[in-house]
């Protein structure tokens, strides 16, 4: 058996490609051995005697099938869970969705005029303070209370 490291080393550097990736034909073993020179290696390219090898990729299709089911509501139960719940989703994130939600039902109510100014202040602060648990215990208690025009 013939060592074309050299040859294999100077074909990489001129295809732009790891040694790994240089494929050499069995068949001419011989005739690459005598090729010393960068320019002999070239010519050697050019017949198609040393090619490079395609890149090899990773399948992602293991990936989208796992993620397919995901995406229904799938592999989320206790035993896929490493987190905690606050680790998952921490609390003040939740807080922070919430209270966004709130404010911006708080403002479209004052925008289309169906709430007072003051009223928009007050609850904006109550809001903020924690009163209420979600946008429909707002509006229950704003009906509740009678201070929602038109309805």
Do not use: C
Request: hydrophobic residues 25%; aromatic residues 6%; without cysteine.
């Amino acid at each position: 058996m013939v060592t074309l490291a050299t040859q294999k080393r100077i074909a990489a550097d001129l295809l732009k490609v790891g040694q790994t990736r240089v494929w050499i034909d069995p068949k001419s073993y011989e005739e690459v051995s005598e090729a010393v020179t960068r320019e002999d290696i070239r010519k050697l390219i050019k017949r198609n005697v040393i090619q490079k090898k395609p890149k090899k990729g990773n399948s992602r299709g293991r990936y989208k099938r796992l993620k397919a089911q995901k995406d229904k509501g799938r592999r989320r139960g206790p035993g896929s869970r490493k987190g905690t719940r606050n680790a998952r989703e921490p609390s003040k994130e939740r807080w922070i969705k919430n209270v966004r939600s709130m404010r911006r039902k708080l403002r479209e109510l004052r925008d289309t005029g169906k709430i007072e100014k003051k009223v928009y202040r007050e609850y904006y602060r109550k809001i903020k303070g924690g009163v209420f648990r979600n946008t429909s215990q707002l509006l229950t208690h704003l009906k509740d209370y009678g201070l929602i025009k038109g309805d």
